[in-house]
């Protein structure tokens, strides 16, 4: 595609329950990242993909967040029983290549948890 | 400490002046440095990034890095109301293979 899409825009959901979010990166590029961004604070790295494989999964907050990738292009993220403190955007980006820094942003899947 | 620390602002500036971001990282062995540029409610954009000591100059955009000091910055000449924006920091660590990490981000704002 022509840019990172990600779905969906905004999730409302209730505490407990458990949430998808979906990330379909630029055509081609191998690396994929994963950001969380709480309101006026910076991004807090989550999780990045090389193809298929995350060889950093350091920044998963807890057990209740999971990734994963499959042929080397989508990504979900998901996230189980949900608490207030989930709520943020969360952001996918791609790069051509890992290490490059150049990272391509999609626009974000807004979560609210009540 | 955090990682990468940046003053969040807001920095205001009057247009047509010089505004300087600046960003410091705690890993000495950094490598990568970027300057990331975010619109209010859209997704950060890469604008600069910079690998060793010195300036790095892009149109009205100088990128400076001192890894000495572990410090970089980012000035913006003859500030414009369309550069007011919240401007992230990214490093990435030494041996951390792909990760970048973001600082909190300043808040600039170009008054007419």
Known sequence: ?114 | QKEVEQNSGPLSVPEGAIASLNCTYSDRGSQSFFWYRQYSGKSPELIMFIYSNGDKEDGRFTAQLNKASQYVSLLIRDSQPSDSATYLCAVTPYNQGGKLIFGQGTELSVKP
Do not use: M
């Open chain 1, 1 to 114: 595609g022509a840019g990172v899409s990600q779905s969906p825009s905004n999730k409302v959901t209730e505490k407990g329950k458990d949430v998808e979010l979906r990330c379909d990166p630029i055509s081609g590029h191998t690396a994929l990242y994963w950001y969380r961004q709480s309101l006026g604070q910076g991004l807090e790295f989550l999780i990045y993909f090389q193809g298929n494989s995350a060889p950093d999964k350091s920044g998963l907050p807890s057990d209740r967040f999971s990734a994963e990738r499959t042929g080397g292009s989508v990504s979900t993220l998901t996230i189980q029983r949900t608490q207030q403190e989930d709520s943020a955007v969360y952001l996918c980006a791609s790069s051509n290549r890992v290490g490059t820094g150049e990272l391509f942003f999609g626009e974000g899947s807004r979560l609210t948890v009540l």
